[in-house]
């Protein structure tokens, strides 16, 4: 499934906290955006947001952007179901 990112980093939690326009989620990180920190964070946290290994989850672009777009291997609907929070 290919994912549509609003990064904000520095954040006081790591949370998805809403669409944006584009139909992708905002999601905030704790990290600071230096050396791939806040994107390693990102990885992190949709792997556990999902339900997947944190393997299955990888930027595809914007890697120096905050609007990235992420791949996540697995089960489309149960994706979709987790980060709209109705799990």
Known sequence: MIVRVHLIPNASRNEIVGRTGDGGYRVK?????????????????IAAAVGVSKSKVRIVSGEKSRVKTIEIDGDEKMIAKYLEGKT
């Open 29 to 45: 990180v704790q990290s600071p955006p230096v050396e791939g920190a806040a994107n390693k964070n990102l990885l992190r946290f």
